[in-house]
């Protein structure tokens, strides 16, 4: 078992964050303030559902975040540096969150005959 170290879960936990600023990562997590997030790009270990969550956004597993080791299917998120790569957006929504609309699906015998 890799060991845990604090510092370098905040390294990459900064990794992961990128360019945004740490009060517009918070609100993306759903934190209410900016310095927990200092908080934790200083060594402090955020929360079990919290590192899923930074995890998730940052596509990494939570290993990886903890202790920097590699493997799975999360590798093919990582450059070859350990920075999370470019995010894409889940399939089936928009740029904004949203969920997209379905295509309209071909109309059922009775509805075309109650037209």
């Given at each position: 078992?890799?060991?845990?170290?604090?510092?370098?879960?905040?390294?990459?936990?900064?990794?992961?964050?990128?360019?945004?600023?740490?009060?517009?990562?918070?609100?993306?997590?759903?934190?209410?303030?900016?310095?927990?997030?200092?908080?934790?790009?200083?060594?402090?270990?955020?929360?079990?559902?919290?590192?899923?969550?930074?995890?998730?956004?940052?596509?990494?597993?939570?290993?990886?975040?903890?202790?920097?080791?590699?493997?799975?299917?999360?590798?093919?998120?990582?450059?070859?540096?350990?920075?999370?790569?470019?995010?894409t957006r889940p399939?089936?929504?928009?740029?904004?969150?949203?969920?997209?609309a379905r295509p309209?699906?071909?109309?059922?015998?009775?509805?075309?005959?109650?037209?």
């Amino acid at each position: 078992m890799e060991k845990v170290s604090p510092e370098k879960v905040g390294e990459r936990i900064r990794a992961i964050r990128g360019k945004q600023t740490q009060t517009e990562f918070a609100a993306v997590l759903g934190v209410k303030k900016q310095n927990y997030i200092s908080r934790y790009e200083r060594g402090r270990i955020p929360s079990p559902d919290l590192l899923v969550r930074i995890a998730e956004i940052g596509q990494v597993t939570t290993d990886w975040l903890l202790t920097g080791k590699r493997g799975g299917a999360r590798g093919a998120a990582l450059s070859k540096q350990g920075k999370p790569l470019k995010k894409t957006r889940p399939a089936g929504r928009t740029p904004a969150g949203k969920k997209m609309a379905r295509p309209k699906q071909a109309r059922s015998q009775k509805q075309k005959k109650a037209k």
